[in-house]
């Protein structure tokens, strides 16, 4: 995140985000930091993906430096390739390609005529391809229920997969899908909606075993054969059989 081209920060909950120095500097300059939930990769599209772009440029470097002057070449051929939407990173910040080591025209070094516009279209062409895939995620995905001020769910454990936290409900973020949660023992947990279910009390053993009894007798009853009344029936006499 850069606070002299950017006005929107979209990184992880780590402890550097949190400091005191950090929301300064967001102050200042006006930056909005929006955190994605611990442990919940999805939400962190962004820098997920920028880290997994710079690996794969490492990895291909071969060099594990990344102060040494093959990677910044690297580097700055990735800031100079367009995306998917027909622009560069070093075009929608600066309006014009970087000089780097590759041959090209003279032209691409300075500012666009009309960029306002290319911009807007790229703009445009970048919101269909995320409708797009936002539709296809959607196909086989389901809306999960909001929860609410002070209410009791259940927290599953990172590690071991089991949902055996218990915790309240103290605070919600903007964008509805993370909480933030305080155990029994009063510890605070923010967590994705994913990883949250609403807790339902456990049913006692009293309950349990009238409710199995009263299962039973309706068990037996339906399984009792159908008895005959032993009743004589009389035929009856209709309108014209006298």
């Given at each position: 995140?850069?606070?002299?081209?950017?006005?929107?920060?979209?990184?992880?909950?780590?402890p550097q985000f949190k400091s005191t120095e950090f929301k300064e500097f967001c102050d200042r300059y006006r930056v909005k930091h929006d955190p994605s939930s611990p442990y919940h990769h999805r939400?962190?599209?962004?820098?997920?993906a920028a880290v997994k772009s710079i690996q794969t440029i490492v990895k291909k470097l071969?060099?594990?430096d990344v102060d040494s002057e093959e990677f910044k070449r690297a580097l700055l051929e990735y800031r100079n390739t367009p995306r998917k939407d027909g622009l560069s990173p070093s075009e929608r910040v600066f309006g014009r390609q970087l000089?780097?080591?590759?041959p090209c025209l003279p032209r691409q070094f300075h500012f666009r005529k009309g960029f306002r516009k290319v911009l807007l279209n790229?703009?445009?062409r970048s919101e269909m391809l995320k409708a797009e895939a936002k539709t296809r995620y959607d196909?086989?995905?389901?809306?999960?229920a909001k929860l609410d001020y002070g209410d009791i769910v259940r927290v599953q454990h990172q590690h071991t997969k089991k949902w055996d936290l218990v915790a309240q409900v103290v605070e919600i973020w903007p964008r509805l899908r993370s909480y933030l949660v305080r155990t029994e023992c009063g510890r605070l947990y923010r967590r994705n909606r994913q990883y949250l279910r609403r807790y339902n009390e456990p049913v006692s053993e009293d309950k349990a075993g009238?409710?199995?009894?009263e299962q039973e007798s309706t068990e037996q009853s339906k399984s009792a054969p159908v008895?005959?009344?032993?009743?004589s029936k009389k035929k009856p006499v209709r309108f014209g059989d006298a």
């Open positions: 995140m850069d606070g002299h081209h950017g006005r929107a920060s979209k990184a992880d909950d780590r939400s962190n599209g962004y820098a997920e071969g060099v594990k000089r780097s080591l590759l790229a703009d445009r196909a086989h995905a389901k809306p999960l009238n409710d199995n009894k008895r005959r009344s032993g009743r």
